[in-house]
DNA sequence: TAAAATTAAATTGCATACAATTTAATTTTA
DNA sequence: TAAAATTAAATTGTATGCAATTTAATTTTA
Protein backbone atom coordinates (compact mmCIF):
# COMPACT_ATOMS: atom_id res chain seq x y z
CA UNK A 1 0.00 0.00 0.00
CA UNK A 2 1.93 3.34 -0.90
CA UNK A 3 1.29 6.31 0.86
CA UNK A 4 0.82 8.76 -1.61
CA UNK A 5 -0.05 11.51 1.16
CA UNK A 6 3.75 11.64 0.95
CA UNK A 7 4.83 12.34 -2.75
CA UNK A 8 6.05 15.62 -3.33
CA UNK A 9 4.09 16.02 -6.64
CA UNK A 10 0.87 15.79 -4.06
CA UNK A 11 2.20 18.13 -1.74
CA UNK A 12 -0.07 21.44 -2.36
CA UNK A 13 1.89 23.67 -0.03
CA UNK A 14 5.03 22.32 -1.95
CA UNK A 15 3.47 24.53 -4.91
CA UNK A 16 2.54 27.51 -2.79
CA UNK A 17 6.37 27.01 -1.33
CA UNK A 18 7.65 26.56 -4.87
CA UNK A 19 5.46 29.36 -6.05
CA UNK A 20 5.98 32.04 -3.51
CA UNK A 21 9.82 32.08 -5.17
CA UNK A 22 9.54 31.82 -8.27
CA UNK A 23 7.39 34.91 -8.02
CA UNK A 24 9.80 36.63 -5.59
CA UNK A 25 12.30 35.90 -8.83
CA UNK A 26 10.22 37.31 -11.40
CA UNK A 27 10.00 40.35 -8.84
CA UNK A 28 13.64 40.85 -8.77
CA UNK A 29 13.93 41.37 -12.11
CA UNK A 30 11.36 44.16 -11.85
CA UNK A 31 12.49 45.79 -9.14
CA UNK A 32 16.18 45.94 -9.92
CA UNK A 33 15.82 49.16 -11.21
CA UNK A 34 14.08 50.76 -8.01
CA UNK A 35 17.31 48.98 -6.14
CA UNK A 36 14.60 47.30 -3.48
CA UNK A 37 14.23 43.66 -2.70
CA UNK A 38 10.51 42.49 -2.43
CA UNK A 39 9.95 42.45 1.10
CA UNK A 40 11.29 46.00 0.79
CA UNK A 41 8.97 47.10 -2.25
CA UNK A 42 5.98 45.93 -0.04
CA UNK A 43 7.17 48.36 2.68
CA UNK A 44 6.83 50.40 0.16
CA UNK A 45 3.53 49.48 -0.91
CA UNK A 46 2.12 50.29 2.74
CA UNK A 47 4.16 53.57 2.70
CA UNK A 48 2.66 54.98 -0.03
CA UNK A 49 -0.85 54.54 0.80
CA UNK A 50 -0.50 56.22 4.38
CA UNK A 51 2.47 58.86 4.78
CA UNK A 52 3.64 57.07 7.74
CA UNK A 53 3.30 53.92 10.31
CA UNK A 54 4.91 52.64 13.37
CA UNK A 55 6.86 49.48 12.99
CA UNK A 56 4.49 47.34 15.15
CA UNK A 57 1.78 48.78 12.42
CA UNK A 58 3.86 47.57 9.76
CA UNK A 59 4.32 44.15 10.79
CA UNK A 60 0.99 43.94 10.87
CA UNK A 61 0.01 44.62 7.75
CA UNK A 62 3.15 42.72 6.46
CA UNK A 63 2.70 39.77 8.63
CA UNK A 64 6.33 40.06 9.76
CA UNK A 65 7.81 40.63 13.25
CA UNK A 66 10.47 43.37 14.42
CA UNK A 67 13.02 40.83 14.14
CA UNK A 68 12.35 40.86 10.72
CA UNK A 69 11.48 44.32 10.07
CA UNK A 70 14.22 46.08 12.24
CA UNK A 71 17.12 44.87 10.20
CA UNK A 72 15.29 45.64 7.18
CA UNK A 73 14.13 49.40 7.86
CA UNK A 74 17.71 50.18 8.98
CA UNK A 75 18.77 49.11 5.88
CA UNK A 76 16.25 51.02 3.90
CA UNK A 77 16.87 54.02 6.09
CA UNK A 78 20.73 53.20 4.73
CA UNK A 79 19.32 53.61 1.12
CA UNK A 80 17.87 57.24 2.01
CA UNK A 81 14.26 55.32 1.29
CA UNK A 82 12.62 55.86 4.43
CA UNK A 83 13.24 58.07 7.84
CA UNK A 84 12.81 56.28 11.24
CA UNK A 85 12.18 58.66 14.30
CA UNK A 86 11.11 57.75 18.03
CA UNK A 87 7.62 58.90 18.53
CA UNK A 88 7.10 61.56 21.35
CA UNK A 89 4.19 60.66 22.69
CA UNK A 90 5.57 57.16 23.67
CA UNK A 91 9.37 56.59 23.11
CA UNK A 92 9.03 52.99 23.06
CA UNK A 93 7.38 53.27 18.85
CA UNK A 94 9.65 54.17 16.16
CA UNK A 95 7.70 56.07 13.35
CA UNK A 96 8.74 55.12 9.65
CA UNK A 97 8.05 57.51 6.84
CA UNK A 98 8.93 58.34 3.66
CA UNK A 99 11.96 60.69 2.11
CA UNK A 100 11.76 62.28 -0.90
CA UNK A 101 13.20 59.65 -2.40
CA UNK A 102 11.06 56.77 -1.62
CA UNK A 103 8.18 58.79 -1.99
CA UNK A 104 9.68 59.62 -5.65
CA UNK A 105 9.75 55.92 -6.23
CA UNK A 106 6.07 55.58 -6.63
CA UNK A 107 6.15 56.43 -9.92
CA UNK A 108 8.83 54.20 -11.29
CA UNK A 109 6.88 51.55 -9.25
CA UNK A 110 3.69 52.25 -11.66
CA UNK A 111 4.38 49.67 -14.19
CA UNK A 112 5.17 46.65 -12.13
CA UNK A 113 2.01 45.18 -11.24
CA UNK A 114 0.87 45.01 -14.96
CA UNK A 115 4.74 43.86 -15.53
CA UNK A 116 4.02 41.33 -13.12
CA UNK A 117 0.74 40.05 -14.17
CA UNK A 118 2.48 40.06 -17.96
CA UNK A 119 5.43 37.57 -16.99
CA UNK A 120 2.59 35.19 -14.93
CA UNK A 121 0.32 35.55 -17.89
CA UNK A 122 -2.52 34.33 -16.28
CA UNK A 123 -6.09 35.20 -17.00
CA UNK A 124 -8.22 37.00 -15.06
CA UNK A 125 -10.72 34.52 -14.09
CA UNK A 126 -7.71 32.14 -12.68
CA UNK A 127 -6.15 34.98 -11.00
CA UNK A 128 -9.52 36.37 -9.28
CA UNK A 129 -10.48 32.79 -8.30
CA UNK A 130 -6.80 32.21 -6.80
CA UNK A 131 -7.24 35.80 -4.64
CA UNK A 132 -10.07 34.05 -3.03
CA UNK A 133 -8.83 30.76 -2.21
CA UNK A 134 -5.54 32.54 -0.86
CA UNK A 135 -7.90 35.05 0.99
CA UNK A 136 -10.02 32.22 2.42
CA UNK A 137 -6.72 30.02 3.46
CA UNK A 138 -5.08 33.39 5.71
CA UNK A 139 -8.32 34.15 7.14
CA UNK A 140 -8.46 31.11 8.49
CA UNK A 141 -4.91 30.12 10.07
CA UNK A 142 -4.75 33.74 11.03
CA UNK A 143 -8.29 33.50 13.03
CA UNK A 144 -6.33 29.96 14.42
CA UNK A 145 -3.53 32.47 16.07
CA UNK B 1 -7.39 59.21 -9.73
CA UNK B 2 -5.92 56.42 -7.55
CA UNK B 3 -3.48 54.00 -8.57
CA UNK B 4 -5.00 50.62 -7.04
CA UNK B 5 -2.55 47.77 -8.51
CA UNK B 6 -0.07 49.32 -6.10
CA UNK B 7 -2.29 48.69 -3.21
CA UNK B 8 -1.32 45.91 -0.80
CA UNK B 9 -4.85 44.17 -0.87
CA UNK B 10 -4.59 44.37 -4.17
CA UNK B 11 -1.16 42.14 -4.71
CA UNK B 12 -2.22 38.55 -5.06
CA UNK B 13 1.82 37.64 -5.06
CA UNK B 14 1.53 39.48 -1.86
CA UNK B 15 -1.23 36.58 -0.31
CA UNK B 16 0.84 33.68 -1.99
CA UNK B 17 4.00 35.20 0.02
CA UNK B 18 1.99 35.42 3.03
CA UNK B 19 0.11 32.31 2.74
CA UNK B 20 3.49 30.87 2.08
CA UNK B 21 4.59 32.02 5.31
CA UNK B 22 1.76 31.18 7.38
CA UNK B 23 1.94 27.51 6.00
CA UNK B 24 5.49 27.02 6.89
CA UNK B 25 4.27 28.04 10.31
CA UNK B 26 1.83 25.53 10.81
CA UNK B 27 4.50 22.85 9.33
CA UNK B 28 6.68 24.15 11.82
CA UNK B 29 4.88 22.91 14.85
CA UNK B 30 3.88 19.65 13.25
CA UNK B 31 7.97 19.22 12.19
CA UNK B 32 9.21 19.96 15.90
CA UNK B 33 8.31 15.94 16.92
CA UNK B 34 10.28 15.11 13.63
CA UNK B 35 13.40 17.93 14.86
CA UNK B 36 13.88 19.04 11.09
CA UNK B 37 12.57 22.18 9.43
CA UNK B 38 10.38 22.19 6.31
CA UNK B 39 13.13 22.88 3.69
CA UNK B 40 14.65 19.83 5.71
CA UNK B 41 10.92 17.80 5.33
CA UNK B 42 10.81 18.37 1.85
CA UNK B 43 14.09 16.34 0.92
CA UNK B 44 13.06 13.91 3.38
CA UNK B 45 9.65 13.27 1.21
CA UNK B 46 12.14 12.88 -1.91
CA UNK B 47 14.29 10.85 -0.50
CA UNK B 48 11.36 8.52 0.88
CA UNK B 49 10.37 8.50 -2.48
CA UNK B 50 13.66 7.51 -4.30
CA UNK B 51 16.06 5.66 -1.89
CA UNK B 52 18.92 8.19 -3.57
CA UNK B 53 20.24 10.99 -5.46
CA UNK B 54 22.79 13.28 -6.49
CA UNK B 55 22.84 17.05 -4.99
CA UNK B 56 21.73 18.72 -8.51
CA UNK B 57 18.73 16.35 -8.72
CA UNK B 58 17.65 17.29 -5.57
CA UNK B 59 17.67 20.55 -6.33
CA UNK B 60 15.84 20.39 -9.84
CA UNK B 61 12.99 18.77 -8.13
CA UNK B 62 12.79 21.39 -5.30
CA UNK B 63 14.02 23.93 -7.42
CA UNK B 64 16.58 24.77 -5.08
CA UNK B 65 20.23 25.29 -6.24
CA UNK B 66 23.89 24.31 -4.48
CA UNK B 67 24.54 27.27 -3.04
CA UNK B 68 21.11 26.81 -0.48
CA UNK B 69 21.07 22.76 -0.29
CA UNK B 70 24.93 21.84 0.41
CA UNK B 71 24.81 23.68 3.93
CA UNK B 72 21.47 22.18 4.55
CA UNK B 73 22.42 18.97 3.45
CA UNK B 74 25.40 19.48 6.04
CA UNK B 75 23.07 20.22 8.53
CA UNK B 76 20.92 17.33 7.78
CA UNK B 77 23.99 14.96 7.82
CA UNK B 78 24.81 16.39 11.02
CA UNK B 79 21.51 15.75 12.59
CA UNK B 80 22.12 11.73 10.90
CA UNK B 81 19.49 12.00 8.81
CA UNK B 82 21.48 11.36 5.77
CA UNK B 83 24.56 10.58 3.96
CA UNK B 84 26.54 12.01 1.70
CA UNK B 85 28.99 10.57 -0.44
CA UNK B 86 31.17 11.23 -4.00
CA UNK B 87 29.68 9.40 -6.91
CA UNK B 88 32.84 6.87 -7.99
CA UNK B 89 31.73 7.09 -11.47
CA UNK B 90 31.91 10.75 -11.41
CA UNK B 91 33.62 12.49 -8.81
CA UNK B 92 32.21 15.73 -8.94
CA UNK B 93 28.77 14.61 -8.15
CA UNK B 94 27.49 13.70 -4.24
CA UNK B 95 25.04 11.41 -3.66
CA UNK B 96 22.63 11.65 -0.78
CA UNK B 97 20.94 8.75 0.52
CA UNK B 98 19.03 8.46 3.73
CA UNK B 99 20.23 7.00 7.20
CA UNK B 100 18.12 4.22 9.10
CA UNK B 101 17.47 7.35 11.63
CA UNK B 102 16.12 9.40 8.51
CA UNK B 103 14.27 6.48 6.81
CA UNK B 104 12.95 5.48 10.33
CA UNK B 105 11.09 9.09 10.49
CA UNK B 106 8.98 8.36 7.64
CA UNK B 107 6.39 6.08 9.79
CA UNK B 108 6.57 9.42 11.97
CA UNK B 109 5.40 11.71 9.33
CA UNK B 110 2.70 9.63 8.52
CA UNK B 111 0.15 11.69 10.16
CA UNK B 112 1.24 15.00 8.92
CA UNK B 113 -0.07 15.60 5.79
CA UNK B 114 -3.75 14.85 7.32
CA UNK B 115 -3.24 17.33 10.30
CA UNK B 116 -1.77 20.07 8.16
CA UNK B 117 -4.74 19.50 5.82
CA UNK B 118 -7.10 19.60 8.88
CA UNK B 119 -5.21 22.92 10.20
CA UNK B 120 -5.78 24.65 6.66
CA UNK B 121 -9.63 23.71 7.09
CA UNK B 122 -9.84 24.04 3.15
CA UNK B 123 -12.40 22.00 1.51
CA UNK B 124 -11.12 19.22 -0.85
CA UNK B 125 -12.42 21.46 -3.77
CA UNK B 126 -10.95 24.70 -3.16
CA UNK B 127 -7.95 22.67 -2.66
CA UNK B 128 -7.85 20.91 -6.25
CA UNK B 129 -8.89 24.47 -7.45
CA UNK B 130 -5.94 25.97 -5.85
CA UNK B 131 -3.43 23.22 -6.94
CA UNK B 132 -4.93 23.30 -10.40
CA UNK B 133 -3.89 27.42 -10.53
CA UNK B 134 -0.77 27.20 -8.99
CA UNK B 135 0.42 24.39 -11.44
CA UNK B 136 -0.24 26.15 -14.07
CA UNK B 137 1.31 29.40 -12.69
CA UNK B 138 4.75 27.06 -11.77
CA UNK B 139 4.34 25.87 -15.46
CA UNK B 140 4.33 29.19 -17.21
CA UNK B 141 7.11 30.44 -15.03
CA UNK B 142 9.02 27.67 -15.04
CA UNK B 143 8.56 27.06 -18.92
CA UNK B 144 9.90 31.06 -19.22
CA UNK B 145 13.78 30.44 -17.68
C1' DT C 1 46.13 14.54 -26.34
C1' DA C 2 46.75 19.02 -24.20
C1' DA C 3 44.19 23.25 -23.68
C1' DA C 4 39.56 25.10 -23.40
C1' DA C 5 34.98 24.64 -22.08
C1' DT C 6 31.64 22.66 -19.24
C1' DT C 7 29.72 20.76 -15.16
C1' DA C 8 28.69 19.67 -10.02
C1' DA C 9 29.35 21.19 -5.45
C1' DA C 10 30.96 24.18 -2.32
C1' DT C 11 31.84 28.74 -0.76
C1' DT C 12 31.08 33.75 -0.09
C1' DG C 13 28.29 37.57 0.76
C1' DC C 14 23.97 39.55 1.49
C1' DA C 15 19.01 39.69 2.73
C1' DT C 16 15.27 37.77 4.66
C1' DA C 17 12.42 35.01 8.45
C1' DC C 18 11.55 33.89 13.04
C1' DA C 19 12.00 32.17 17.96
C1' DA C 20 13.80 33.80 22.05
C1' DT C 21 15.84 37.25 24.72
C1' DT C 22 16.96 41.98 26.02
C1' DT C 23 16.19 46.87 26.68
C1' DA C 24 13.65 50.80 27.52
C1' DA C 25 9.27 52.99 28.10
C1' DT C 26 4.57 52.89 29.63
C1' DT C 27 0.65 51.08 32.04
C1' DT C 28 -1.40 48.45 35.62
C1' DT C 29 -1.95 47.17 40.16
C1' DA C 30 -1.28 46.31 44.92
C1' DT D 1 2.93 55.84 43.97
C1' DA D 2 6.35 52.20 43.81
C1' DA D 3 6.70 47.53 42.19
C1' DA D 4 4.93 44.38 38.74
C1' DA D 5 3.26 43.60 34.31
C1' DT D 6 2.97 44.85 29.68
C1' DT D 7 4.47 46.68 25.42
C1' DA D 8 7.50 48.18 21.27
C1' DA D 9 11.86 47.68 19.16
C1' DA D 10 16.11 45.92 18.92
C1' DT D 11 19.24 42.16 19.34
C1' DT D 12 20.91 37.34 19.14
C1' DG D 13 21.24 33.04 17.05
C1' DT D 14 19.93 29.81 13.56
C1' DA D 15 18.21 28.47 8.98
C1' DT D 16 17.01 29.38 4.66
C1' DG D 17 17.43 31.50 -0.35
C1' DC D 18 20.09 33.08 -4.07
C1' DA D 19 23.60 35.56 -7.08
C1' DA D 20 28.25 35.25 -7.97
C1' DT D 21 32.54 33.07 -7.52
C1' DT D 22 35.64 29.22 -6.70
C1' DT D 23 37.27 24.50 -6.91
C1' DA D 24 37.75 20.14 -8.75
C1' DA D 25 36.48 16.79 -12.12
C1' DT D 26 35.01 15.62 -16.71
C1' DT D 27 34.13 16.44 -21.50
C1' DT D 28 34.93 18.81 -25.73
C1' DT D 29 37.72 20.54 -29.13
C1' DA D 30 41.53 22.29 -31.67
Redesign the pocket.
Known amino acids: MENNQLKLENQICFKI?SAE??I??LY?NLLEELDV????YLVLLVLWEEKSM????L?QKL??????????????EGNNLIE?RR?L???????ISLTKKGEDLKVKAQCIPSKLLENLSIDMKELKNLNQILSTILAKIQQKI
Chains 1, 2 share one sequence.
Open positions: YRETKRTYPQTVKEGFLDSGTLSPMLKRMRSEDERMVI
